[in-house]
């Protein structure tokens, strides 16, 4: 799976290449593109790992949650020297998500180092993995052009129509007689 989403990035990254490379690269576009493409290796490298038989996942995870870590890092120093001015709140998150869910993983490769059968941990592996896929698919979505998938975009298309609604005719309030007085039977 993470093979065919990686194959469905390089495709959301063919519709607009210049938003991506060249002279006009816009840099959160290369983050968005390179954090996707870094957090689907991730999965596909475990995912692999994982079929081998007698393969031990904790040191693979850990060296892959530490090149994460590492490359994340490099992502945000990347969006800073590009842009060469504060970097925004959306921005951030950006990075945040992966930071996040590669010192998860992290820890539970330390975790599975020392318990390598534990199947509580390869449960929470798969969970991360799940993880991962949604933020990749997110980043995608926003390279196409289609949506900003963040969470501050969502909210501010909910405020934006709720103050887009027409207020200028609110609902008439109840007669008097019928919101102070239930009818007989109510009573």
């Known amino acids: 799976m993470a093979g065919a989403l990686i194959g469905l990035l390089f495709v959301a990254i063919s519709v607009s290449p210049e938003k991506i490379a060249g002279a006009k690269a816009i840099a959160e576009h290369q983050v968005r593109a390179a954090a996707a493409f870094s ?15 007698e393969a031990r996942l904790g040191p693979a995870v850990v060296t892959l949650a530490a090149a994460g870590l ?5 992502l945000l120093i990347l969006l800073y020297r590009k842009g060469r001015v504060r970097i925004r709140l959306g921005q951030a998150v950006l990075l945040l998500i992966p930071f996040g869910l590669y010192g998860l993983q992290l820890a539970n490769g330390l975790r599975l180092e020392g318990a390598p059968h534990d199947t509580s941990q390869i449960g929470n592996l798969g969970g991360l993995t799940i993880g991962f896929f949604a933020f990749a698919i997110a980043r995608a979505w926003e390279l196409v052009g289609l949506r900003d998938s963040s969470l501050l975009a969502a909210m501010a298309g909910l405020a934006h129509q709720a103050a887009s609604r027409d207020t200028s005719h609110p609902p008439a309030p109840a007669p008097a007689d019928e919101a102070d007085h239930p009818p007989p039977d109510q009573q």
């Open 39 to 53: 957090v689907l290796v991730d999965t596909l490298v475990i995912a692999l790992i994982a079929l081998l038989p």
């Open 70 to 74: 590492a490359s994340t890092a490099g």
